[in-house]
């Protein structure tokens, strides 16, 4: 049974800083692609950031430049750096993951909340 378990999320003041991390048991994070969406107050889950099985990284308008995605396969982790976080950036942060190649199966965490307020 996979299973995605993040953390890392809490409450920062605008400007702030704060790193997720997603661990995956039960399959490798090797050669999967990997992501972070968001679901804001009020709005639909939406993509934040993308680590595709092939290398590349994907992210959002909103946070290009301030957030950043990497992994480390050997751990099955992914992680989401954010910085000069704003208010727009409080949600709920899940974690998402795309587990094999011809018949991948979709994989999401429980999610963890991130609250930027002053």
């Known amino acids: 049974q996979v299973q995605l378990v993040e953390s890392g999320g809490g409450l920062v003041q605008p400007g702030g800083t704060l790193r997720l991390s997603c661990t995956v048991s039960?399959?490798?994070?090797?050669?999967?692609?990997m992501a972070w969406y968001r679901q804001r107050p009020g709005s639909q889950r939406e993509a934040v950031a993308t680590?595709?099985?092939?290398?590349?990284?994907v992210y959002a308008d909103s946070v290009k430049g301030r957030f950043t995605i990497s992994r480390d396969d050997a751990k099955n982790t992914v992680y989401l750096q954010m910085s000069s976080l704003k208010p727009e950036d409080t949600a709920v942060y899940y974690c998402?993951?795309?587990?094999?190649?011809?018949?991948?199966?979709?994989?999401w965490g429980q999610g963890t909340q991130v609250t930027v307020s002053s």
């Open positions: 998402y993951a795309r587990i094999g190649s011809i018949n991948p199966n979709i994989h």
């Open positions: 039960g399959k490798s994070t090797r050669g999967n692609t």
């Open positions: 680590t595709t099985r092939g290398g590349t990284t």
